[in-house]
């Protein structure tokens, strides 16, 4: 996602934090974040490059077959095991969980683990962040958004969002928000206890939300959108309960993993 999608997800998950977890953010965020945990949550996006072993860390690419499995996709271009969005959200759990046990503590930067789980529980929400490594996740597929030359990867990571702000928010992110978290609270909430819940005895499920996310990428971004394709008003509002969807579960699911790790 862009810089708006990462914000939803964080701040959803902000106002669903248990106590203990809410104390351990705060204790763990960076001075100028000001307790607000959706400010600093493309903090990953801008270490990149200073950070040149993190790019991998933002998605996962899968065989043009609408399947995800860990074994065979969890991978860097270099082909090194686990160096991908679902084994770095393993990763980044599995160092906080020292959180409360100050032992093995001292070995992580505890503030970047929590920013970075926070980021990447929001990309592997990003339908084309499990996307098919043949076009790099939509990034080779050269698109018209509306009359802007766009390439697809982008229109899921932001143009979607923002044409969503714009068009019924009046430009305003937290109308959006407030729209979201209704939802999850109305529509949505049977199946949001379904959306927290994990495997037993597991803190973090990454595997589960890259499964659901190339059969999204498949059934609705991929589809209709082919090189050349001029995308507007129907693939617009077909699409944005998607994103709504995914920027709700990565926001419930981020704060279920920090619930489970923090207690
Ligand atoms: N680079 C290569 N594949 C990508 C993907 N699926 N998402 C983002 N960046 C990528
Ligand atoms: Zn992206
Ligand atoms: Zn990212």
Redesign the pocket.
């Known amino acids: 996602w862009g810089t708006d999608g990462h914000s939803i997800v964080c701040r959803i998950a902000q106002s669903r934090l248990s106590e203990a977890a809410a104390d351990a953010v705060k204790q763990l965020l960076p001075k100028f974040a000001e307790d607000d945990l959706g400010s600093v949550c493309s903090w990953a996006d801008q270490v990149k490059f200073r950070y040149r072993w993190s790019s991998a860390l933002?998605?996962l690419?899968t065989p043009d077959t609408c399947t995800y499995q860990y074994q065979r996709d969890c991978k860097d271009e270099e082909g090194e095991k686990g160096r991908c969005v679902a084994g770095a959200i393993n990763n980044y759990t599995s160092q906080l969980l020292s959180y409360n046990s100050s032992a093995s503590k001292a070995e992580y930067n505890l503030t970047e683990a929590l920013l970075f789980l926070s980021h990447f529980m929001g990309d592997i929400h990003q339908p084309?962040?499990v996307?098919f490594a043949s076009d790099?996740?939509g990034?080779t597929i050269d698109v018209h958004w509306y009359t802007r030359k766009e390439v697809l990867?982008h229109v899921w990571d932001s143009n979607i969002i923002e044409t969503a702000e714009e068009r019924f928010y009046d430009s305003n992110v937290d109308a959006m928000i407030d729209a979201i978290q209704q939802n999850i609270t109305t529509e949505w909430v049977d199946q949001v206890k379904r959306w927290e819940t994990c495997s037993l005895n597991k803190t973090a499920c990454p595997d589960i939300y890259a499964s659901e996310g190339i059969k999204a990428a498949c059934d609705w971004a991929y589809k209709g959108a082919t090189e050349g394709s001029v995308l507007e008003d129907d693939y617009f509002l077909s699409r944005l309960p998607i994103v709504n969807w995914r920027l709700a579960q990565g926001g419930v699911r981020l704060a279920a993993t920090l619930n489970r790790i923090f207690g």
């Open positions: 933002h998605f690419n084309l962040h996307g790099k996740g990034n990867h």
